[in-house]
């Protein structure tokens, strides 16, 4: 029972973030949605801390997941590149729900070193994977080009979270997309 209870607390984390937009929900709303009591939430993470640190695990564990499979179907360092762009925005990666958890999570890096060191192994491991896929492509500008495609993936995640309108992912794939190949003529 209890990892179904803290699967059920994960996912109501990241949807209660998502409904409010903010970390300004409590642990009791993040129970109710769940089904279970505040005092089993807190049995199970101990805070609401440790309740968001786990939701931004699982969001950081399907992503790679995804880009793993991605990456495992391409055949060239251009298309596991294009796989990493294309799973950032994925339709399962850039849900309304989980922008926001991550707005929120950038947020909660700035005070909390628990999520500072979350957030800084997912950038550590990005920059390192774009880097191994740009080196072929582009030798010595690989790492400067990672830290830009990076900045630009972030950047549209907190533009996203700062809109109503829907999450267009596609578009954000073509941003990016035309990005890369820009840097990648210039070289």
């Not at 990241?14 to 409590?26: F, H, K």
């Not at 949605?33 to 309740?51: D, N, P, R, T």
């Not at 550590?124 to 080196?135: G, H, P």
Request: charged fraction near 20%; charge should be positive.
């Amino acid at each position: 029972m209890e990892p179904m209870r803290r699967s059920a607390l994960v996912e109501a984390t990241i949807y209660e973030i998502g409904n409010a937009g903010s970390l300004d929900v409590t642990v009791s709303q993040i129970a109710k949605k769940a089904g279970v009591s505040s005092a089993l939430a807190h049995h199970y993470f101990g805070s609401k801390e440790q309740i968001f640190l786990a939701a931004m695990r699982h969001i950081l564990t399907v992503f790679g997941a995804e880009v793993r499979g991605a990456i495992l179907m391409a055949k060239t360092p251009r298309e596991r590149l294009q796989a990493i762009i294309k799973a950032s925005f994925s339709e399962q990666n850039f849900r309304p729900e989980i922008v926001s958890a991550w707005l929120s999570f950038y947020v909660q890096a700035q005070n909390s070193q628990s999520a500072q060191r979350l957030l800084r192994v997912y950038q550590k491991r990005l920059i390192s994977n774009l880097i191994y896929d740009l080196r072929p492509l582009a030798g010595s500008a690989s790492v400067e080009l990672a830290h830009s495609i990076a900045a630009l993936i972030d950047g549209l995640y907190i533009r996203q979270a700062l809109r109503d309108e829907k999450a267009d992912g596609s578009f954000c794939v073509r941003l990016v997309t035309k990005h890369v190949d820009s840097a990648l003529e210039t070289l």
